[in-house]
């Protein structure tokens, strides 16, 4: 009986002191080339937690939609264009939507901190 009550004890005082889990967002910094061979640089934001990403392109921050994050990979569409980011390796594809690119476009990112001047959210 005397155990049982330890027991309870440990763990309610366990329960009492934990904190919840927090979001960690993180940062990607990643460039591709297009098809005319022009290097286009950008930021990766992702939060595994809240399952969101979005893209800073050094003037607007867009959140992607269709978000798909695990161990492995991050998927998200954006307004311009959908991407897949291997977490292995740090490649990233990207798909444009736009009628006048078509094809995928290849590049890679690699983690990185904030970048400066983001707008407060």
């Given at each position: 009986m005397r155990r049982a009550a330890l027991i309870t004890m440990a763990a309610a005082s366990l329960a009492a002191i934990a904190l919840p889990a927090r979001a960690e967002v993180r940062w990607l910094a990643c460039k591709v080339a297009d098809r005319g061979g022009k290097t286009i640089n950008f930021n990766i934001m992702f939060d595994d937690i809240?399952?969101?990403a979005a893209t800073w392109d050094g003037s607007d921050l867009v959140d992607g939609t269709n978000v798909a994050i695990n161990f492995q990979s991050i998927r998200a569409r954006f307004p311009n264009f959908a991407m897949t980011y291997n977490r292995n390796d740090g490649a990233l594809s990207m798909t444009p939507l736009g009628a006048n690119y078509g094809g995928l476009l290849h590049?890679?990112?690699?983690r990185s901190p904030p970048?400066?001047?983001l707008p407060r959210r």
């Open positions: 809240r399952n969101t590049g890679e990112c690699r970048p400066q001047n």
